[in-house]
């Protein structure tokens, strides 16, 4: 299976076809719907996406690590990383 990115116009389009709603009218609401998904990740809520997987944000804390070749100590922020967790039933696709 070879490895494909969608854009949000293809998305748009798909849920259309899918759906059978005006395609304009999906390209409103696609930005809208990844919006509310930052937010909610922002927020520390898990997003569940039935049949799929969840989405989850996860705070990595700052560390401070040495560098082997120079000895210097380097610090990394802290960040917030964003981690899927795909369902069984769902490995099955």
């Known amino acids: ?9 293809e998305l748009a389009a798909i849920v259309a076809r899918e759906s059978g709603l ?17 937010s909610e990740l922002r927020a520390g809520e898990v997003i569940s996406l039935t049949g799929i997987g969840s ?9 401070r690590f040495q560098s082997n070749l120079t000895g210097r100590i380097y610090d990394q922020p802290s960040r917030i990383d964003i981690r899927f967790r795909q369902y069984k039933s769902s490995k099955k696709l």
């Open 1 to 9: 299976m070879s490895e494909r990115w969608l854009t949000q116009r």
């Open 22 to 38: 005006p395609v304009d009218m999906v390209r409103a609401c696609v930005p809208a719907l990844f919006s509310a998904i930052r």
């Open 55 to 63: 989405l989850q944000s996860v705070i990595t804390p700052r560390k």
